[in-house]
């Protein structure tokens, strides 16, 4: 019985070594909206070079950009601007590359679509997220209260939009019912409501998931990559990788693949606008 | 050698509780010094304008955990009477087990079930808005603490002793007065340690609370108010530690939370271990 434990112990030591020198664990953290094409992108690189593996989680561009600051992940993902806070504590520590564009869409429920809301102007959805808005009727749609749901105040997506309806990215919104995280918890309550608002990338559209035209009369413009592309849509943004100066040579390589023609053809298949 | 393998367990155990505590207190007095105990009381919280109040959080934890406990217990006791009093042996094992796996299904897994059944089972029987609010917080928790409760009241009952059991029939009781005279009043300390155990698990779950209860921080109107989205300790600890840089007075105000939850669940597990009311 002792022997075998010792065995067993013996063979842990000894083995831990030649492990860890058979292969490169790099780890990519933040957005969920630059997750799907990290993650894909990172499963083809790990088939086309064994030795290295890419675990890829979530949790915000803030979370992306914290853990950059504090050194936790190899690879941050972001789908907003670093703000002058981070960036003072970031200190010229990381590299910054965008690897996709998309629209942060105003998304409403499929009962309030077919119910008549196919477009809202920025003051109808401010005023809906500042609670001066209540109901759908105010702006066309079914008698129904809205449902107005809000993002975690580290989420990009929060960030862009509370910044081109509200004006300032950490805008309150005393109109808000709840609070999400994720794009998918986000989706799953627009889908499971028929009084919803909220705000998602592009990319997480669906058919009980509906984009609304911004802006007014004729002049509302559908969020889809190709007014992303010619830049009429008003709420869309850059997509951002970020990479430690002193980072290992393997992140470089990886990102280098998401910039090259077989990753941006990820990023198109994700549903964002490539860059390149 | 067993001896002093048992002295340092329990000196390293009592070591963890006091770093732990010295580690919250520690990242949290940043917060404590800019901004008083006077927080506890106040409503508003939002990092990026530097407000840090505590109160809608407390409530939400209070409500949670006191709804759990108010179905939980009763059921619970019932549970583990009728199982070691009246059902016969073979149900009784088949009915612990089920309670065993109950407690063994992670914390997630009931979130999640909780998003998918009962939020839209709250929603269109309630007709809310959401189904986000602090009553499906409490009914997750209600089931995930009742195995807790119910097994430890099981073994207590086991514990009354034969023959208190028979003093009572030869004194020709009938059952009621059996349950409420002997068997309860004599297994009451151990049912005590699993509703206080279980209490200190409702107040500290954070995985299923967050995705159910709406992480609203605001104090629900009147306070009563159990069917709005409304915020936990743990789901506001969930929800904001990833992006709060360590180091950060919000990070601090995040600390002060679980030191708030860590004070908690020791005084109840102080109380637990009382021998006596």
Request: hydrophobic share 50%.
């Amino acid at each position: 019985m002792h022997k075998t434990v010792a065995m067993l112990f013996a063979a842990i030591v000894f083995a831990a070594p030649t492990l860890s020198h058979a292969g490169i664990t790099l780890h990519a953290a933040g957005s969920t909206t630059v997750l799907p094409v990290v993650s894909t992108a990172a499963n083809i690189w790990h088939q086309q070079h064994p030795h290295v593996n890419i675990t890829v989680s979530g949790g915000g561009s803030g979370v992306g950009i914290a853990s950059m600051i504090q050194g936790t992940a190899d690879i941050g993902m972001a789908s907003r601007e670093i703000d002058a806070q981070e960036a003072a504590k970031l200190n010229g520590k990381v590299d910054v590359f965008t690897i996709a564009k998309d629209a942060v869409a105003v998304v409403v429920s499929k009962a309030v679509y077919v119910g008549g809301v196919h477009q809202l102007s920025l003051q109808q959805i401010a005023a809906i997220y500042r609670g001066k808005i209540k109901n759908w009727r105010e702006v066309g749609g079914p008698d129904a209260q809205i449902f107005v749901i809000d993002k975690e105040a580290s989420r990009g997506t929060r960030h862009v939009f509370a910044e081109a309806v509200l004006g300032d990215a950490h805008a309150r919104a005393p109109g808000a019912a709840v609070i999400s995280g994720s794009n998918n918890e986000e989706q799953s309550l627009v889908a499971h409501s028929d009084s919803a608002i909220g705000m998602l990338s592009n990319a997480w559209l669906n058919d009980a998931v509906r984009g609304v035209a911004v802006g007014q009369g004729n002049a509302a413009v559908l969020p889809d990559i190709q007014h992303v592309r010619d830049g009429s849509y008003p709420i869309s943004r850059s997509l951002h990788v970020m990479l430690a100066k002193k980072g290992a040579s393997e992140a470089r390589d990886f990102v280098a693949f998401l910039l090259s023609p077989a990753g941006q053809k990820i990023v198109k298949q994700s549903g964002y606008l490539p860059v390149r | 050698m067993l001896n002093l393998w048992m002295r340092a367990s329990v000196l390293i155990a009592l070591l963890a509780v006091l770093l732990m505590l010295g580690f919250l207190f520690a990242q949290s007095w940043p917060y404590w010094r800019a901004y008083g105990v006077g927080m506890l009381f106040s409503g508003e919280w939002y990092p990026y304008e530097r407000l840090f109040g505590m109160l809608p959080a407390i409530i939400g934890s209070f409500w949670a955990a006191l709804i759990a406990l108010v179905i939980a217990v009763p059921s619970a006791i019932a549970a583990a009477v009728l199982s070691t009093e009246l059902m016969p042996g073979a149900w009784r094992g088949l009915l612990r087990t089920g309670m065993e796996l109950l407690a063994g299904i992670p914390s997630v897994v009931y979130g999640l079930i909780g998003l998918w059944v009962l939020l839209p089972f709250l929603q269109s029987t309630l007709n809310l808005l959401t189904g986000h609010n602090l009553l499906a917080a409490g009914l997750l928790l209600s089931l995930m603490i009742l195995p807790t409760i119910m097994v430890m009241a099981q073994d207590a009952l086991h514990e009354v002793q034969i023959s208190q059991r028979e003093a009572g029939l030869n004194l020709g009781m009938d059952w009621h007065t059996r349950l409420w005279r002997i068997l309860l009043p004599q297994a009451w300390p151990g049912i005590r340690s699993g509703i206080l155990l279980a209490l200190g698990r409702a107040l500290g779950e954070t995985m299923a609370v967050m995705l159910v209860v709406g992480s609203m921080d605001r104090i629900p109107q009147p306070f009563y108010n159990l069917l709005v989205p409304a915020q936990t300790l743990t789901a506001r600890i969930g929800r904001e530690i990833g992006e709060a840089s360590f180091g950060s007075m919000h990070f601090s105000a995040l600390m002060a939370c679980g030191l708030l939850l860590a004070m908690a669940t020791i005084s109840i597990s102080l109380l637990a271990n009382r021998k006596h009311v």
